[in-house]
Protein backbone atom coordinates (compact mmCIF):
# COMPACT_ATOMS: atom_id res chain seq x y z
CA UNK A 1 0.00 0.00 0.00
CA UNK A 2 1.26 3.61 -0.89
CA UNK A 3 0.57 6.83 0.76
CA UNK A 4 0.38 9.52 -1.04
CA UNK A 5 2.81 12.54 -0.17
CA UNK A 6 1.02 16.12 0.67
CA UNK A 7 2.56 18.59 -2.37
CA UNK A 8 5.52 20.36 -1.55
CA UNK A 9 5.50 23.92 -0.87
CA UNK A 10 6.45 26.29 -3.92
CA UNK A 11 8.73 29.21 -4.91
CA UNK A 12 5.46 31.79 -4.40
CA UNK A 13 5.54 34.58 -6.74
CA UNK A 14 7.56 37.62 -5.51
CA UNK A 15 6.75 41.50 -6.45
CA UNK A 16 10.18 43.71 -7.59
CA UNK A 17 11.96 44.99 -4.76
CA UNK A 18 10.22 48.23 -3.32
CA UNK A 19 11.82 52.00 -3.15
CA UNK A 20 11.49 52.97 0.54
CA UNK A 21 11.90 56.30 0.37
CA UNK A 22 8.76 56.82 -2.10
CA UNK A 23 5.09 56.41 -0.94
CA UNK A 24 4.01 53.12 -2.28
CA UNK A 25 0.45 54.97 -2.56
CA UNK A 26 -0.84 58.14 -2.17
CA UNK A 27 -4.24 59.64 -2.39
CA UNK A 28 -4.92 62.91 -3.35
CA UNK A 29 -8.37 64.94 -2.39
CA UNK A 30 -10.61 61.77 -2.99
CA UNK A 31 -14.23 62.26 -2.75
CA UNK A 32 -16.57 59.56 -2.96
CA UNK A 33 -20.60 60.03 -2.74
CA UNK A 34 -23.47 57.61 -2.16
CA UNK A 35 -27.15 58.08 -3.48
CA UNK A 36 -29.80 59.62 -1.63
CA UNK A 37 -32.79 58.57 -3.08
CA UNK A 38 -34.16 61.80 -5.13
CA UNK A 39 -32.47 63.89 -2.04
CA UNK A 40 -28.94 65.64 -1.96
CA UNK A 41 -26.11 62.77 -2.43
CA UNK A 42 -24.57 62.23 0.49
CA UNK A 43 -20.79 62.93 0.88
CA UNK A 44 -19.09 59.61 2.48
CA UNK A 45 -15.53 60.84 1.98
CA UNK A 46 -14.74 64.81 0.80
CA UNK A 47 -10.94 65.61 0.06
CA UNK A 48 -9.30 62.90 1.84
CA UNK A 49 -5.25 63.08 1.25
CA UNK A 50 -2.68 60.39 2.74
CA UNK A 51 0.13 58.63 2.51
CA UNK A 52 1.59 55.44 3.09
CA UNK A 53 5.24 53.85 2.50
CA UNK A 54 6.66 50.43 1.95
CA UNK A 55 6.87 49.13 5.52
CA UNK A 56 5.25 51.77 7.26
CA UNK A 57 1.82 51.29 9.22
CA UNK A 58 -1.28 54.24 8.30
CA UNK A 59 -3.69 53.77 11.10
CA UNK A 60 -6.74 55.64 9.98
CA UNK A 61 -8.92 56.20 13.19
CA UNK A 62 -12.21 57.43 13.97
CA UNK A 63 -15.80 57.04 14.67
CA UNK A 64 -18.40 54.79 12.53
CA UNK A 65 -19.38 56.45 9.78
CA UNK A 66 -16.22 58.90 9.18
CA UNK A 67 -15.47 57.45 6.04
CA UNK A 68 -12.77 54.86 6.95
CA UNK A 69 -13.52 51.88 5.35
CA UNK A 70 -14.86 54.24 2.48
CA UNK A 71 -12.10 55.61 1.74
CA UNK A 72 -9.57 52.08 1.78
CA UNK A 73 -12.49 50.52 -0.52
CA UNK A 74 -11.97 53.11 -2.76
CA UNK A 75 -8.66 51.93 -3.61
CA UNK A 76 -9.99 48.46 -4.64
CA UNK A 77 -13.40 49.80 -6.34
CA UNK A 78 -15.23 47.64 -4.19
CA UNK A 79 -17.81 50.95 -3.55
CA UNK A 80 -20.71 49.36 -5.16
CA UNK A 81 -21.31 52.23 -7.85
CA UNK A 82 -24.30 52.87 -8.34
CA UNK A 83 -25.41 53.91 -5.89
CA UNK A 84 -21.60 55.08 -4.98
CA UNK A 85 -19.93 57.84 -6.66
CA UNK A 86 -16.32 58.44 -7.05
CA UNK A 87 -16.41 62.17 -7.45
CA UNK A 88 -13.09 63.43 -7.86
CA UNK A 89 -9.34 62.46 -6.62
CA UNK A 90 -6.47 60.57 -7.61
CA UNK A 91 -5.38 57.46 -5.91
CA UNK A 92 -1.47 56.69 -7.84
CA UNK A 93 0.13 53.04 -6.52
CA UNK A 94 3.28 51.85 -7.72
CA UNK A 95 2.07 48.53 -9.49
CA UNK A 96 4.58 45.89 -10.64
CA UNK A 97 4.37 48.02 -14.12
CA UNK A 98 4.77 51.09 -12.73
CA UNK A 99 2.49 54.01 -10.82
CA UNK A 100 -0.81 54.08 -12.03
CA UNK A 101 -3.64 56.10 -10.36
CA UNK A 102 -6.36 53.01 -9.20
CA UNK A 103 -9.41 55.15 -9.75
CA UNK A 104 -9.03 55.42 -14.18
CA UNK A 105 -9.00 51.30 -14.04
CA UNK A 106 -10.90 49.67 -15.27
CA UNK A 107 -11.87 45.99 -13.92
CA UNK A 108 -9.83 44.25 -15.85
CA UNK A 109 -6.88 46.39 -14.68
CA UNK A 110 -8.08 46.75 -10.97
CA UNK A 111 -9.02 42.60 -10.77
CA UNK A 112 -4.80 42.38 -11.45
CA UNK A 113 -4.30 44.25 -8.73
CA UNK A 114 -6.99 43.77 -6.23
CA UNK A 115 -5.93 40.45 -4.00
CA UNK A 116 -2.49 40.31 -6.10
CA UNK A 117 -0.76 43.46 -5.06
CA UNK A 118 -3.34 45.13 -2.55
CA UNK A 119 -5.44 42.90 -0.25
CA UNK A 120 -7.95 43.63 2.62
CA UNK A 121 -8.93 41.73 5.54
CA UNK A 122 -12.66 42.55 6.16
CA UNK A 123 -14.27 43.72 9.35
CA UNK A 124 -16.61 40.58 9.81
CA UNK A 125 -15.08 37.28 8.66
CA UNK A 126 -17.75 35.23 9.06
CA UNK A 127 -20.01 37.74 6.62
CA UNK A 128 -16.88 37.84 4.53
CA UNK A 129 -16.44 33.60 3.78
CA UNK A 130 -18.35 32.43 1.51
CA UNK A 131 -20.86 29.76 4.01
CA UNK A 132 -21.09 26.89 1.46
CA UNK A 133 -17.46 26.67 0.19
CA UNK A 134 -14.57 25.00 2.17
CA UNK A 135 -11.67 27.14 3.99
CA UNK A 136 -9.73 25.62 0.91
CA UNK A 137 -11.56 26.36 -2.00
CA UNK A 138 -11.96 30.22 -1.17
CA UNK A 139 -8.10 30.30 -0.46
CA UNK A 140 -7.06 28.65 -3.31
CA UNK A 141 -9.75 30.98 -6.03
CA UNK A 142 -7.10 33.55 -4.56
CA UNK A 143 -3.91 32.40 -5.63
CA UNK A 144 -5.39 30.16 -8.55
CA UNK A 145 -6.54 33.46 -10.09
CA UNK A 146 -3.23 35.76 -9.70
CA UNK A 147 -0.17 33.07 -9.54
CA UNK A 148 0.72 30.59 -12.50
CA UNK A 149 0.51 27.69 -10.00
CA UNK A 150 -1.19 24.11 -10.85
CA UNK A 151 -3.83 23.15 -8.31
CA UNK A 152 -1.25 20.59 -6.10
CA UNK A 153 0.75 23.91 -5.97
CA UNK A 154 -1.58 25.91 -5.25
CA UNK A 155 -2.64 23.96 -1.96
CA UNK A 156 0.86 23.91 -0.91
CA UNK A 157 0.48 27.50 -1.04
CA UNK A 158 -2.14 27.67 0.84
CA UNK A 159 -1.38 25.34 3.54
CA UNK A 160 2.25 27.16 4.22
CA UNK A 161 -0.21 30.29 4.15
CA UNK A 162 -2.17 29.00 6.82
CA UNK A 163 0.60 27.57 8.92
CA UNK A 164 2.08 31.00 8.91
CA UNK A 165 -0.81 32.74 10.31
CA UNK A 166 -0.87 29.87 13.16
CA UNK A 167 -3.95 27.67 12.08
CA UNK A 168 -2.96 24.17 13.28
CA UNK A 169 -3.34 21.17 10.99
CA UNK A 170 -3.91 23.71 8.04
CA UNK A 171 -3.42 20.00 5.29
CA UNK A 172 -7.05 18.61 7.12
CA UNK A 173 -8.57 22.38 7.95
CA UNK A 174 -9.00 23.23 4.37
CA UNK A 175 -11.72 20.98 4.05
CA UNK A 176 -13.32 22.72 6.85
CA UNK A 177 -16.44 24.64 6.38
CA UNK A 178 -16.56 28.50 8.24
CA UNK A 179 -18.83 27.27 10.67
CA UNK A 180 -16.43 25.09 11.69
CA UNK A 181 -13.98 27.61 12.69
CA UNK A 182 -14.36 29.49 15.82
CA UNK A 183 -13.89 33.66 15.42
CA UNK A 184 -10.12 34.20 15.90
CA UNK A 185 -9.64 31.03 13.31
CA UNK A 186 -12.21 32.69 10.87
CA UNK A 187 -9.99 36.34 10.86
CA UNK A 188 -6.77 34.05 10.62
CA UNK A 189 -8.29 32.70 7.59
CA UNK A 190 -9.04 35.83 6.67
CA UNK A 191 -5.38 36.92 7.11
CA UNK A 192 -3.87 33.93 5.52
CA UNK A 193 -6.15 34.70 2.26
CA UNK A 194 -5.33 37.75 2.29
CA UNK A 195 -1.62 37.33 2.47
CA UNK A 196 -1.20 34.30 0.10
CA UNK A 197 -0.24 36.73 -3.26
CA UNK A 198 1.97 38.52 -1.69
CA UNK A 199 0.40 41.92 -1.45
CA UNK A 200 2.33 45.00 -1.31
CA UNK A 201 -0.39 47.00 0.54
CA UNK A 202 -2.27 45.13 3.11
CA UNK A 203 -5.74 47.09 4.24
CA UNK A 204 -6.97 46.12 7.22
CA UNK A 205 -9.97 46.88 8.35
CA UNK A 206 -11.00 46.41 11.88
CA UNK A 207 -8.71 43.09 11.90
CA UNK A 208 -9.19 42.10 15.56
CA UNK A 209 -13.11 43.02 16.61
CA UNK A 210 -14.78 41.01 18.39
CA UNK A 211 -11.69 38.96 19.34
CA UNK A 212 -10.30 38.43 22.80
CA UNK A 213 -7.30 40.38 23.75
CA UNK A 214 -4.76 37.74 23.75
CA UNK A 215 -6.13 36.44 20.42
CA UNK A 216 -6.02 40.13 18.88
CA UNK A 217 -2.64 40.38 20.19
CA UNK A 218 -1.75 37.54 18.12
CA UNK A 219 -2.91 38.59 15.46
CA UNK A 220 -1.46 42.42 14.97
CA UNK A 221 2.00 40.62 15.93
CA UNK A 222 1.79 38.19 13.12
CA UNK A 223 0.85 41.18 10.87
CA UNK A 224 4.28 43.29 12.14
CA UNK A 225 6.25 40.33 11.48
CA UNK A 226 5.34 39.70 8.30
CA UNK A 227 5.15 43.42 7.71
CA UNK A 228 8.93 43.33 8.23
CA UNK A 229 9.70 40.22 6.12
CA UNK A 230 7.94 41.43 3.02
CA UNK A 231 8.57 44.93 2.81
CA UNK A 232 4.32 45.12 2.90
CA UNK A 233 2.48 48.39 3.73
CA UNK A 234 -0.80 48.43 6.27
CA UNK A 235 -3.38 50.57 6.39
CA UNK A 236 -4.92 50.24 9.81
CA UNK A 237 -8.50 50.74 10.32
CA UNK A 238 -9.72 50.89 13.51
CA UNK A 239 -11.42 53.22 16.48
CA UNK A 240 -9.37 51.79 18.78
CA UNK A 241 -6.67 53.88 20.08
CA UNK A 242 -4.85 51.49 22.30
CA UNK A 243 -4.65 49.29 19.19
CA UNK A 244 -3.15 52.66 17.26
CA UNK A 245 -0.51 53.29 19.80
CA UNK A 246 0.64 49.76 19.72
CA UNK A 247 0.61 49.21 15.82
CA UNK A 248 1.00 52.90 14.14
CA UNK A 249 3.82 54.65 12.53
CA UNK A 250 1.56 57.48 11.07
CA UNK A 251 -1.92 58.23 12.13
CA UNK A 252 -4.93 60.09 10.14
CA UNK A 253 -7.52 61.17 12.77
CA UNK A 254 -11.30 61.49 10.62
CA UNK A 255 -13.95 63.22 10.89
CA UNK A 256 -17.51 63.31 8.89
CA UNK A 257 -15.47 62.37 5.72
CA UNK A 258 -12.32 64.61 6.02
CA UNK A 259 -8.95 64.14 7.76
CA UNK A 260 -8.93 66.41 11.42
CA UNK A 261 -5.07 65.36 12.24
CA UNK A 262 -2.45 63.57 10.65
CA UNK A 263 1.11 63.02 12.44
CA UNK A 264 3.03 60.23 13.64
CA UNK A 265 1.91 58.40 16.25
CA UNK A 266 4.06 60.25 19.45
CA UNK A 267 3.24 63.51 17.99
CA UNK A 268 -0.26 62.40 18.08
CA UNK A 269 -0.06 61.45 21.47
CA UNK A 270 2.11 63.86 22.66
CA UNK A 271 0.46 67.26 21.24
CA UNK A 272 -2.90 66.36 19.98
CA UNK A 273 -3.82 69.06 18.41
CA UNK A 274 -7.52 69.41 17.03
CA UNK A 275 -10.22 69.12 19.50
CA UNK A 276 -12.22 65.92 18.20
CA UNK A 277 -8.44 64.15 18.98
CA UNK A 278 -8.44 65.91 22.30
CA UNK A 279 -11.80 64.44 22.76
CA UNK A 280 -10.73 60.95 21.45
CA UNK A 281 -7.98 60.49 23.67
CA UNK A 282 -9.66 61.90 27.29
CA UNK A 283 -12.23 59.65 26.57
CA UNK A 284 -10.05 56.83 27.20
CA UNK A 285 -10.16 54.96 30.92
CA UNK A 286 -7.31 55.15 32.62
CA UNK A 287 -5.96 52.57 35.15
CA UNK A 288 -3.47 54.86 36.93
CA UNK A 289 -6.20 57.76 37.81
CA UNK A 290 -9.48 57.33 39.76
CA UNK A 291 -12.31 59.69 38.20
CA UNK A 292 -16.21 59.39 39.13
CA UNK A 293 -16.90 59.55 34.63
CA UNK A 294 -15.03 59.80 31.91
CA UNK A 295 -14.88 63.08 29.96
CA UNK A 296 -17.06 62.94 26.36
CA UNK A 297 -15.63 63.79 22.93
CA UNK A 298 -18.67 66.11 23.26
CA UNK A 299 -17.28 67.63 25.97
CA UNK A 300 -14.41 68.40 24.69
CA UNK A 301 -15.85 69.48 20.87
CA UNK A 302 -18.22 72.14 23.06
CA UNK A 303 -15.80 73.81 24.74
CA UNK A 304 -15.02 77.20 22.94
CA UNK A 305 -11.35 77.24 24.18
CA UNK A 306 -10.24 74.11 22.58
CA UNK A 307 -10.46 75.68 19.04
CA UNK A 308 -8.36 78.85 20.25
CA UNK A 309 -5.42 76.49 20.55
CA UNK A 310 -3.85 76.39 17.11
CA UNK A 311 -0.57 78.01 15.96
CA UNK A 312 -1.42 81.15 14.36
CA UNK A 313 -4.86 81.04 16.39
CA UNK A 314 -4.96 85.01 17.17
CA UNK A 315 -4.81 85.46 13.55
CA UNK A 316 -7.81 83.81 12.62
CA UNK A 317 -6.67 79.75 11.94
CA UNK A 318 -9.33 77.97 13.43
CA UNK A 319 -9.95 74.01 13.10
CA UNK A 320 -12.64 72.97 10.90
CA UNK A 321 -15.85 71.19 12.67
CA UNK A 322 -19.04 70.37 11.05
CA UNK A 323 -20.97 71.52 13.51
CA UNK A 324 -20.17 75.02 14.36
CA UNK A 325 -21.05 77.85 12.20
CA UNK A 326 -18.03 79.06 9.63
CA UNK A 327 -16.30 81.99 10.40
CA UNK A 328 -17.17 85.32 9.37
CA UNK A 329 -14.04 86.02 7.63
CA UNK A 330 -14.55 82.19 5.95
CA UNK A 331 -13.13 82.66 2.07
CA UNK A 332 -13.35 79.05 0.47
CA UNK A 333 -12.86 78.02 -2.70
CA UNK A 334 -15.05 77.35 -5.39
CA UNK A 335 -16.10 73.35 -5.77
CA UNK A 336 -16.46 70.56 -3.06
CA UNK A 337 -14.29 71.06 0.28
CA UNK A 338 -14.06 74.42 -0.08
CA UNK A 339 -14.06 75.57 3.16
CA UNK A 340 -11.65 73.40 4.37
CA UNK A 341 -7.87 72.84 4.56
CA UNK A 342 -5.52 70.05 5.61
CA UNK A 343 -2.87 72.86 6.89
CA UNK A 344 0.60 71.84 8.06
CA UNK A 345 0.11 73.40 11.26
CA UNK A 346 3.76 72.50 12.58
CA UNK A 347 6.27 70.60 10.98
CA UNK A 348 5.25 66.89 10.22
CA UNK A 349 2.05 67.65 12.00
CA UNK A 350 -1.32 68.78 9.71
CA UNK A 351 -4.78 69.71 11.09
CA UNK A 352 -7.77 70.68 9.48
CA UNK A 353 -9.01 73.84 9.24
CA UNK A 354 -11.36 76.34 8.12
CA UNK A 355 -10.38 78.57 5.01
CA UNK A 356 -10.41 82.02 6.66
CA UNK A 357 -8.20 85.00 5.70
CA UNK A 358 -5.71 84.03 8.24
CA UNK A 359 -4.89 80.78 5.83
CA UNK A 360 -6.07 82.79 2.36
CA UNK A 361 -3.55 82.15 -0.13
CA UNK A 362 -1.26 79.65 1.65
CA UNK A 363 -1.17 76.18 0.47
CA UNK A 364 0.36 73.73 2.61
CA UNK A 365 2.32 70.37 0.97
CA UNK A 366 0.16 67.19 0.98
CA UNK A 367 0.77 64.96 3.87
CA UNK A 368 3.34 62.71 3.24
CA UNK A 369 5.57 61.56 6.57
CA UNK A 370 8.19 58.30 5.59
CA UNK A 371 8.66 57.68 9.47
CA UNK A 372 9.09 54.35 11.12
CA UNK A 373 9.11 53.60 14.91
CA UNK A 374 11.24 50.49 13.71
CA UNK A 375 13.58 52.66 12.22
CA UNK A 376 14.01 55.39 15.09
CA UNK A 377 16.94 54.61 17.16
CA UNK A 378 15.19 57.32 19.81
CA UNK A 379 11.91 55.33 20.09
CA UNK A 380 11.97 52.82 22.66
CA UNK A 381 8.14 51.68 22.76
CA UNK A 382 4.79 52.72 21.87
CA UNK A 383 3.57 56.16 23.14
CA UNK A 384 1.68 56.34 26.38
CA UNK A 385 -1.74 57.21 26.23
CA UNK A 386 -2.40 60.24 28.30
CA UNK A 387 -3.79 59.39 32.20
Known sequence: MTTSTPPQPVSRKTHRRLDESSPLIRVDDLAVSFDN????????????????????????????????????????????R???????????????????????????????????EIAMIFQE???????????????LEAILLHQKVSRSEAQAIAIQAMKEVGIPQPEQRLKAYPHQFSGGMRQRVMISM???????????????????????????????????????????????????????????????????????????????????TRGLLRSIPATRTKVNRLVTIREVVDDESQFRKLPGAEAGVRPWWPWHKPPADLT????????????EVKKNHWVGVWRT???????????????????????GGPPVTPS
Open 194 to 276: ALACQPKLLLADEPTTALDVTIQAQILELLRSLQAERQMAIMLITHALGVVAENADVVAVMYAGRIVEYATVFELFDNPMHPY
Open 125 to 139: PMSSLNPVYTIGDQI
Open 82 to 116: PPGRFDRGKITFQTDDGPRDLLTMNEREIRRVRGN
Open 332 to 343: PHAGPAGDYYLQ
Open 37 to 80: RGGPRIQAVDGVRMAIYPRQTLAVVGESGCGKSVSAMSMLHLVP
Open 357 to 379: KAVEGHESRAPDLDYRIADDPTK
